[in-house]
């Protein structure tokens, strides 16, 4: 299918395997392509086919009873080539029909709804011991999910996070939840991300733990209000106060002097000039990291964690651009410049959020999007057209 100069192709079939090219009774019938990705919880998707009856469809739909688009049972993988680049839109698993019938001839619709391949992380509760520090137990859980070619990729990890427990301490018990669910939990404990996207090859995926990713080169710059180098269609901004928060350690029934200042590591991956200051104090209470036998340091590199993720995002632009004017696709989990904006708020930001939306009728291809830094003021005049 093409697209104004933009190339859209659509592979589907069983769960285990790469899947093949779709059928032309299903690529023909596509409308539109809706992919939502954020940091934070599992991505989705949504595929809209027309569908009707012929001489050969009365007692129903086609399409509804395709074997290709059965929920659970099988996989979808959309590419997008831009020129001679190809991007993996997305790689998921059916999870969902809706359907939409039609008095109008061509009218009617199915809307085929899914998630990424970490849903089927989701689908067993598990209970066994952890012997292993959290990262690497992490790493081991995704070995059981080989046939998806889940490639961990870890962010800038704490000394805590890569610790084994020793001996005299009790085991982390994975106690009757899914292994996303439990992923999640470690993640949540040092304030980290975990999240699953596609790799660059088409069925690989790339699943990623630790802090927001602060590292590498800025994507195309944003641009806005800026004539014809502009390519946001809409962009508004949002400063949050009272987001960053010191964090006070309660230990033995005393508080401690609260963690006001962020780690060396988060430290060295500024993006604003101006850094927002922490107006509240909450009390991280130690509750024990290892049952009841986490150390005092322990205790405060958990409430550093939470100090830092608070820091995050008080600065949140949203907006939207036309991805054919803005000649790529902007990717969530990286870095983006943005200029036009004015002083306070150009510069470096983290995309938290993207969504990706492509209407074949239209000929249209729009993404919205979330992006998050700590404060005002870029940190550099420069940045990457």
């Known amino acids: 299918m093409n697209l104004l100069g933009i190339h859209l192709k659509l592979m589907i079939g069983g769960r285990s395997t790469v899947p093949p090219p779709a059928p032309p009774k299903l690529s023909e019938a596509l409308q539109s392509v809706e992919v939502s990705y ?203 106060a009272l987001g960053p928060t010191q964090v006070s350690l309660l230990q033995d029934g005393e508080e401690q002097p609260p963690i006001a200042q962020p780690s060396a590591a988060r430290q060295g991956r500024p993006l604003a000039s101006e850094p927002a200051t922490a107006h509240r104090t909450t009390v991280f209470e130690d509750t024990g990291l290892y049952d009841q036998q986490a150390s005092e340091t322990g205790a405060r590199d958990l409430a550093q964690a939470r100090f830092d993720a608070s820091l995050n995002d008080p600065i949140t632009g949203s907006g939207e651009l036309d991805a054919l004017r803005y000649g790529g696709i902007l990717e969530m989990g990286k870095l983006v410049d943005l200029r036009g904006a004015g002083r306070s708020y150009d510069g470096t930001y983290y995309v938290k959020s993207v969504s990706h939306r492509i209407d074949i009728r239209k000929g249209s291809y729009k993404q919205s999007f979330t992006l998050t830094r700590e404060g005002f003021g870029a940190t550099s005049m420069r940045v990457s057209v």
Do not use: C
């Open 38 to 240: 954020s940091d934070q919880g599992r991505s989705g998707f949504q595929l809209s086919f027309r569908i009707g009856r012929g001489l050969m469809d009365f007692l129903d739909y086609s399409l509804v009873t395709e074997r290709l688009l059965k929920p659970i049972n099988n996989r979808v993988i959309v590419l997008v080539y831009f020129n001679v680049t190809r991007h993996v839109l997305l790689d998921g698993i059916i999870t969902n029909h809706q359907l939409s019938p039609s008095s109008d001839p061509g009218a009617a619709t199915l809307t085929v709804t899914g998630e990424d391949v970490s849903v089927l992380m989701d689908l067993e509760e598990r209970r066994q011991r952890q012997e292993q520090s959290d990262s690497d137990y992490v790493e081991n859980i995704l070995t059981n999910y080989k046939e998806y070619q889940l490639h961990l990729r870890r962010g800038d990890i704490s000394e805590r996070a890569s610790r084994t427990p020793n001996e005299q301490e009790s085991k982390p018990m994975q106690a009757g939840v899914s292994d996303r669910e439990y992923i999640e939990s470690l993640a949540n404990r040092y304030g980290y991300l975990f999240y699953v996207k596609p790799g660059q090859t088409p069925g690989t995926n790339e699943a990623y733990w630790g802090p927001p990713n602060r590292s590498g080169r800025p994507q195309k710059a944003l641009s806005v209000n800026m004539g014809p180098l502009t390519n946001v269609e809409s962009v508004n901004f949002q400063f949050d």
